[in-house]
């Protein structure tokens, strides 16, 4: 391989499994931390999930910790399952990250699962 190529990774968030926020059994918010994605250069990278949400209309919010602006901020109108893909800004994910989920409005709680960034890097 040439030096200085690029390559597409991804890293798996929170080992693959789920998290739920529900408001009426804990926190409003899930921090994931320690996100590593090694070799990361700058540009714009994409995030994906799935959430899957009950009882009621709740808004999720997602941002980076380093981050006071959302990426994402939706109230569900139904109970229907959603796929995320998601673009992150350039500057926004770091070599190390602390990703936020949480219910900032609304009522019902949040499954969310599948977790995974897709990020470039440079091959030396």
Same mark, same amino acid.
């Given at each position: ?24 059994? #804990? *926190? ?14 700058? #540009? +714009?990278?994409?995030?994906? @999930? ?7 209309? +709740?808004?999720?919010?997602?941002? @980076?910790?380093?981050? +006071?602006? +959302?990426?994402?901020?939706?109230? @569900?109108?139904?109970?229907? *399952? ?18 936020? @989920? ?5 009522? #019902? ?16």
């Amino acid at each position: 391989m040439a030096t200085n190529q690029v390559a597409a990774r991804y890293v798996v968030v929170n080992g693959g499994g789920s998290v739920r926020i529900d408001p009426a059994h #804990g *926190p409003t918010d899930v921090h994931i931390q320690n996100i590593q994605v090694p070799g990361l250069i700058s #540009g +714009p990278n994409v995030l994906f @999930f799935r959430t899957h949400h009950y009882n009621g209309k +709740p808004t999720l919010r997602v941002r @980076f910790g380093s981050q +006071p602006q +959302p990426l994402i901020q939706y109230t @569900f109108p139904d109970n229907v *399952p959603v796929d995320w893909q998601t673009i992150i800004p350039a500057g926004q994910l770091l070599s190390q990250n602390e990703l936020i @989920f949480s219910i900032n409005s609304g009522h #019902g709680l949040i499954d969310i699962g599948d977790i995974f960034i897709l990020y470039t890097t440079r091959i030396e």
